[in-house]
């Protein structure tokens, strides 16, 4: 990882205020694309650097119940505010990280969503979080975020090389599979930017 989990949440701590009104084209329809994929009525969700919680607050309508987990507590209370002032009662906003999610044990989880958050983390790193919601043993993964469809044109990168680290296409699909995900989407938003979409294969976990 370019940057420790600490020194990323307090990076993110100083952007939460802003954080909202500072999006992409590529990043707006990636968010679209991984709540159409995600949108499951009556499922219990996962959302996994929620950040101000726009992926959770959009699945909430339709799910029964939204945990939304983040390092960042500035980022945490800015989507607390969000939640409070749209009337979504069935989100929660609380400390978790990908590797540890900080689920309930008695809470059983149908998807597991994330956008533009993994790429933090590096390759290693990103194959344990991975085998980690996979042992949450959800029915479905939903992966939104920064990753190389090509050479990435290092003149117009998509991200900050100093402290993202984003992962190639065929590296997140081999972590899928190997963490027992049959990858049922692959979605190109922009040569920098994609969604993969993973269903738990009959049988297991894979681990
Ligand atoms: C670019 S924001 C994306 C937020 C949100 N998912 C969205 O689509 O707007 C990235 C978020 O990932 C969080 N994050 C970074 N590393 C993380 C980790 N290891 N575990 C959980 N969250 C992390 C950051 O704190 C930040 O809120």
Redesign the pocket.
Known sequence: MKKS?DE??AR?DELAAE?DGDHSTE?RAC?DLVVTHAEEDGAVVL?????????ALALAPTAARVLG????EG?LEQARAKADEGGSDNVEFDV????DPNVPEDVDVDVVV????MH??DDEAKRA?IQTIADLEPDRFVL?DVMFFGEPDPDEPFYSPEVDDPATVGMLADAFTDAGFALTAVECVHDQVGVLVGERAIGGNGA
């Open positions: 989990l990323h949440a993110f954080y990043y968010a959302d996994l650097g929620t950040g101000t919680g726009a992926i987990r983040d390092i960042s980022m978790g990280s990908f590797r994330s956008n533009f958050a933090h983390l979080a939104g």
